[in-house]
């Protein structure tokens, strides 16, 4: 007689487990290069409207030409588009287009009140200012930034790609194929909460995104 899970749950949680010590075991194997081209992930972004988000401030958010607009309003302050849903251990990729100045960021782990976030961020900046490092907002600041040059990559005013991942306590980031930083943190660990793109505060800035795709791990 096999062994199998009876309870639904248990299956749930026994391929959840076999699927995260799949996606680690690969890292492993190839240096931390991302498992998304060789694994199902799922679109989070309908290229139709903000449907599954939710606007935090008084910024643009908006669809145009099936991609995802922010753009400072006249308030010029910090705005944020979270999901609906909350991610655990994700791969996230997707794609930005930095039109104008360009000072963004890709949050995990967070919750909104108003526009004051808790949680972490993979910047994404202008070339120089630390795109795939991570930032704790209200907290310690930056917890670790990418080597300089590494960013030598970054295109402004192109599409570039950034992936995101989360397993646990560490965070791995890409832009363009180039790995930017991989970090293990004891708090980012014990953090739940969701997936938030921010625009800063500051006005003059425009960000196009695209492609918007998760892999829960």
Known sequence: MHSFCRDPSERARARGTLMTIAVMTAAALTGGASPLSAQEARSIFNGENLDGWTIHGTELWYVE????????????????????????DFELMLEFNQEADGNSGVFFRSTIDGVRISGWQAEVAPPGLFSGGIY????????????????????????????????????????????????DDEQIGEGRGHIALQIHDGGGIKVRWRNLRVLEL
Do not use: F, H, K
């Not at 600041?141 to 030598?152: A, K, M, N, R, V």
């Not at 890409?174 to 970090?183: C, E, H, R």
């Open 136 to 183: 704790e907002s209200y907290g310690r600041g930056w917890l670790i930034q990418p080597e300089p040059g590494l960013d030598s990559g970054l295109r402004m005013g192109e599409w570039n790609t950034l992936t995101l991942r989360v397993i646990g306590g560490r965070v791995t980031t890409w832009i363009n194929g180039t790995q930017m930083i991989d970090l």
């Open 65 to 88: 030409n099936g991609e995802l607009v922010c753009e400072s309003g006249p308030d010029a302050l910090y705005g944020y588009l979270r999901t609906d849903r909350m991610y655990d």
